[in-house]
């Protein structure tokens, strides 16, 4: 069983930056694959970022819509993830949430993630 508790979310204005985090409880943080999703008012949850597990080297893969903007990193030390998002839009604002998934592939796919924290929420204003 793993637990995820995110923060960092908050308001900010276009342009701007934020960094999620991610805390994961369990010794076995190291061999999920992680990711961020989010879901906005009347839309799908969607794929924002992964990074494979350590012994994979810690590969990274992003939505094309943040790809640039956004970079996932891992602290294994801290069972932390982490989301920095810079050049921020108002089309980010969303509910984000952090996943971890058993399986040893990345997936962009939210079935595929076991377990998820409640989210935290990020608002871009113009």
């Known amino acids: 069983q793993v637990q995820l508790v995110e923060s960092g979310g908050g308001q900010v204005q276009a342009g701007g930056s934020l960094r999620l985090s991610c805390a994961a409880s369990?010794?076995?943080?190291?061999?999920?694959?992680m990711g961020w999703f989010r879901q906005a008012p009347g839309k799908e949850r969607e794929f924002v970022a992964a990074?494979?597990?350590?012994?994979?080297?810690?590969?990274?893969y992003y939505a094309d819509s943040v790809k640039g903007r956004f970079t996932i990193s891992r602290d294994s030390a801290k069972n932390t993830v982490y989301l920095q998002m810079n050049s921020l839009k108002p089309e980010d604002t969303a509910v984000y949430y952090c996943?971890?998934?058993?399986?040893?592939?990345?997936?962009?796919?939210?079935?595929?993630?076991?377990?998820w924290g409640q989210g935290t929420q990020v608002t871009v204003s113009s």
């Open positions: 369990g010794r076995t943080f190291s061999n999920y694959v």
């Open positions: 996943a971890a998934d058993r399986g040893n592939d990345v997936s962009y796919y939210y079935n595929d993630y076991d377990y």
């Open positions: 990074i494979s597990i350590s012994l994979s080297g810690g590969s990274t």
